[in-house]
T-cell receptor
């Protein structure tokens, strides 16, 4: 079956712009989580969605937001981009909220210039 | 943010050797996961552990959930060149506030020389 699909794979944006990233989970998976990966901070939890509701949120500023649609697809948005937002953004899906073995997508590499 | 203490940070080994890495935390976790990440890709789940003391194998990989629930280790036996990559441990706490939230170690970079 198809894995977790993230689009786009690569993105270059200018400081101050906003960006929207997309994640399509594995069919049947209702929980989607987002993580930011940087060389300095490693993998950091952003938020989790289940049945279109945000169930948990990490310690990121309000510029980072997300949503989940009825088909479980999720988007995350970053407004007013800063240079420090350059990172690999990973989406993971699971069968149930708080699921143990999350399956990750290949990520979106965001570069802010 | 909080991270698990994963060691070693890097390893350079010869093909055929065994590898051991571990993660420790000051907090209790009710789930421990081990992932491998190749360049340009997302982490791939290797082994999931759900009970204290649990020992689980996946081919040449063996992982254990520490009795105190504050640590876990991963062993790779008879390493091969395709084992090269970054290995991450991840833990999840109990409770509703932990939905979807995995805490990751800093990663162990594994290099295997043929």
């Amino acid at each position: 079956k198809a894995g977790v699909t993230q689009t786009p794979r690569y993105l270059i944006k200018t400081r101050g712009q906003q960006v929207t990233l997309s994640c399509s989970p594995i069919s049947g998976h209702r929980s989607v989580s987002w993580y930011q990966q940087t060389p300095g901070q490693g993998l950091q939890f952003l938020f989790e969605y289940f049945s279109e509701t945000q169930r948990n949120k990490g310690n990121f500023p309000g510029r980072f937001s997300g949503r989940q649609f009825s088909n479980s697809r999720s988007e995350m948005n970053v407004s007013t981009l800063e240079l420090g937002d350059s990172a690999l953004y990973l989406c993971a899906s699971s069968l149930e909220t708080g699921g143990h073995g999350y399956t990750f997508g290949s990520g979106t590499r965001l570069t802010v210039v | 943010g909080q991270q698990l203490n994963q060691s070693p940070q890097s390893m350079f080994i010869q093909e055929g050797e065994d590898v051991s890495m571990n993660c420790t935390s000051s907090s209790i976790f009710n789930t421990w996961l081990w992932y491998k990440q190749d360049p340009g890709e997302g982490p791939v789940l290797l082994i999931a552990l759900y009970k204290a003391g649990e020992l689980t194998s996946n081919g040449r990989l063996t992982a254990q959930f520490g009795i105190t629930r504050k640590d876990s280790f991963l062993n790779i036996s008879a390493s091969i060149p395709s084992d090269v990559g970054i290995y991450f441990c991840a833990g999840r706490r109990a409770g509703g506030t932990s939905y979807g939230k995995l805490t990751f170690g800093q990663g162990t970079i594994l290099t295997v020389h043929p």
